[in-house]
């Protein structure tokens, strides 16, 4: 599926209101996860309190031991830093990668802004290598900002 196709998807999972918050960041998670064949990991991770850490929120995929990341640590907690995209098309050629998996080979973080502050970010691992594209990041950072409006 086409990704332009999916953000009528994202739109109607955010606007259920009769939801709570967590079960449509999960619903997003599911539907991503099954429409794009090579998102194998999709998962939210929000910055903990006042803490300089992220915690893990909902997520599809392999169960991960990862559940808190101090900021500066692996790919989401440098996103959590640095307020940009990350994109990493080798996992394996990263000094500052935490594997979750033996079988992930690239990974997208794209962090989440309300009110102009990092409160977060949606991260994807991939079993197949160099899978995103410019494309991808688009597609996300408006799942981003869907979701940021949702939490706002």
């Not at 999916?6 to 960041?25: A, G, V």
Request: glycine share 6%.
């Amino acid at each position: 599926m086409q990704l332009e196709q999916l953000k009528p998807k994202i739109e109607n999972i955010i606007s259920q209101s009769e939801s709570s918050i967590d079960e449509r960041l999960r619903a997003i998670c599911e539907l991503l996860e099954k429409e794009i064949t090579y998102y194998n990991w999709v998962g939210f991770y929000f910055k903990n309190g006042d803490k300089n850490e992220l915690k893990l929120g909902p997520y599809v995929g392999e169960p991960t031991d990862h559940i808190i990341i101090p900021f500066g640590k692996g790919i989401c907690g440098q996103v959590a830093i640095s307020n940009q995209n990350f994109v990493v098309p080798d996992v394996s050629a990263q000094d500052n990668y935490i594997a979750c998996s033996i079988t992930v080979k690239a990974e997208i973080v794209i962090p989440i802004f309300v009110n102009g502050e990092n409160i977060g970010q949606i991260d994807i691992d991939s079993n197949t290598p160099n899978p995103f594209n410019e494309e991808d990041e688009r597609f996300l950072e408006f799942v981003c900002e869907k979701v940021a409006k949702l939490i706002a």
